[in-house]
């Protein structure tokens, strides 16, 4: 089965600048204006699963992708997780390029 899917949240994710012009757009809409108030009022997903959708892109479930579309205290949080996400790889990557001391362990 094909995924019609009309945007690929995790490609706009990528970069801020992608999502805020993804995110102009659909505040634009009338639509998206009454789905977003229908997904607010909960249930959200939790914190976990969230992550989870982060870290496991290519294995996410429909139902949390569309809920995170629409809601904005989810992608608020999305957000924030993809920005500490993005600041831990740089430190990993800072430490990986930086030789060991002698002496630690
Ligand atoms: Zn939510």
Redesign the pocket.
């Known amino acids: 089965m094909m995924k019609g899917k009309k945007i690929d949240l995790k490609d706009v994710l990528k970069s801020d600048k992608g999502f805020l012009e993804w995110m102009r757009q659909k505040v634009q809409s009338e639509e998206y204006r009454a789905l977003k108030i229908k997904?607010?009022k909960?249930p959200?997903?939790t914190v976990e699963i969230l992550y989870d959708y982060i870290l496991d892109w290519a294995d996410s479930e429909d139902a949390v992708e569309d809920?995170?579309e629409h809601?904005g205290?989810?992608i608020e949080e999305v957000i924030r997780i993809v920005r500490v996400e993005r600041e831990l790889q740089d430190i990993l990557l800072e430490c990986a390029d930086t030789p060991l001391s002698s002496g630690s362990l």
Do not use: K
Request: proline content about 10%; charged content about 10%; hydrophobic content about 30%.
């Open positions: 997904a607010e909960g959200h997903p809920h995170i809601c205290i989810c």
